[in-house]
């Protein structure tokens, strides 16, 4: 079991960054594939990127190829994702994600409380 604490996000203008970091206050996350998710208002939760448990592989939502970077050091367990070039529809709470199984492709186990990012025009 883990229990993953995310934060970083924030107001941020567009073409701007900001870096989500994810640590587990319980558990370890080098047992884990890693990933984040993000919820827009009204809509759905989705996917947006996962990483292996060594860091050998990762995926990315199409919608955030090229911008985003998933990244992970099992010794410091924690998680994080740079967001670069930001777009206002990159709006959403993300939250991070961990599960045993590799994702995309299912609903992770164990989830982060959310950070909130903000992406003004």
């Known amino acids: 079991q883990v229990q993953l604490v995310d934060s970083g996000g924030g107001l941020v203008q567009a073409g701007g960054s900001l870096r989500l970091s994810c640590a587990a206050s319980?558990?370890?996350?080098?047992?884990?594939?890693m990933g984040w998710f993000r919820q827009a208002p009204g809509k759905e939760r989705e996917f947006v990127a996962s990483?292996?448990?060594?860091?050998?592989?990762?995926s990315y939502a199409d919608s955030v190829k090229g911008r985003f970077t998933i990244s992970r050091n099992n010794a410091k367990n924690s998680v994080w994702l740079q967001m670069d070039s930001l777009k206002p529809e990159d709006t959403a709470v993300y939250y991070c994600?961990?599960?045993?199984?590799?994702?995309?492709?299912?609903?992770?186990?164990?989830w982060g409380q959310g950070t909130q990012v903000t992406v003004s025009s």
């Open positions: 990483i292996t448990r060594r860091g050998g592989a990762t």
């Open positions: 319980i558990g370890t996350v080098s047992n884990y594939n």
């Open positions: 994600a961990a599960d045993s199984r590799w994702f995309p492709g299912l609903v992770p186990s164990y």
